[in-house]
């Protein structure tokens, strides 16, 4: 059974902001999934039924994945939030959003996209940063990112505010980079991982790998190479489809021919096992245990395979928008969402 913390106040914007930007059309009008989403995965109905009887308070929306932008400079053959809106929201309204989110009992940003550190050079994301960890005290403030624009300035200005750095790197070939659409030009993906790993050492960044698992890296040994980086987590995730982003029709990707299966995603597992900082997420984990906003800062859905949006929190609060979350919060808890996420606690040896 989940046992939720105690009810916060939620505040309420003032304006509408979706009016001011009006939503893409793909993605107006989808809440029958987000519904559906309600229901948790797995639960035992019987356990469903006693918990009624319990008083249901609301979702603590702990741990947040800020997608702030779709934009991105690489082309990753199976991303799976693409650039299907240019949008990115006035700063002042995304702090008005992270604040709301902060009151609603948030503990942990994560800012990512697209790529984050495109809008504004790198500059939008730092305020973002540096707002979370200095005006809301929030325990733990991490950012995902392709690593390729990231400048050492940006770690002189806003380091001290971040807690984690999670690159994205899914193969130490620079070939299979190129055929997974990680390659840009002369930049050598592989040598400026080395770089940041090295600048988030000096500048007191606890560092993490990102990698996602597919047709083309599956038989790769990474063994040597992740232990010299020595990241404090290496999440390894397998390729998965969602509908509208990276499959079907109304997709900006076909992610089909990046697809491994269970069985394989098992054996790059085996082939790793002796890496302590590995945490493995394969689909099912995946699929509904992380609590997603949009550029528009709405909640996306995945319960039904695609990304389905809320309303935005700035229009009627995070209460009411976490409903169609569809967050699978004992999953959360089960993939070990909730780990030590704070430089301060992490006791690094940097
Ligand atoms: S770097 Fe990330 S956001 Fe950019 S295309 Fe690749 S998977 Fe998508």
Redesign the pocket.
Known sequence: MIKFTALRPFLQPATSLTSLFPSPEYLVGKHDGAERGQQQVGEDPKESQEEDEDEVLPTTPTSVNYHFTRQ?N???GF?F?TAKTSFVLPLEEAKRGLQLLKQAGMEKINFS???PFLQDRGEYLGKLVKFCKVELGLPSVSIVS?GSLIRERWFRDYGEYLDILAI?CDSFDEQVNVLI??GQGKKNHVENLQKLRMWCRDYRVAFKINSVINRFNVEEDMNEQIKALNPVRWKVFQCLLIEGENSGEDALREAERFVISDKEFEGFLERHKDVSCLVPESNQKMKNSYLILDEYMRFLNCTSGRKDPSKSILDVGVEEAIKFSGFDEKMFLKRGGKYVWSKADLKLDW
Do not use: A
């Open positions: 991105c690489y082309k990753c991303c939030h996209g697209g790529e392709n994205s659409g990680r």
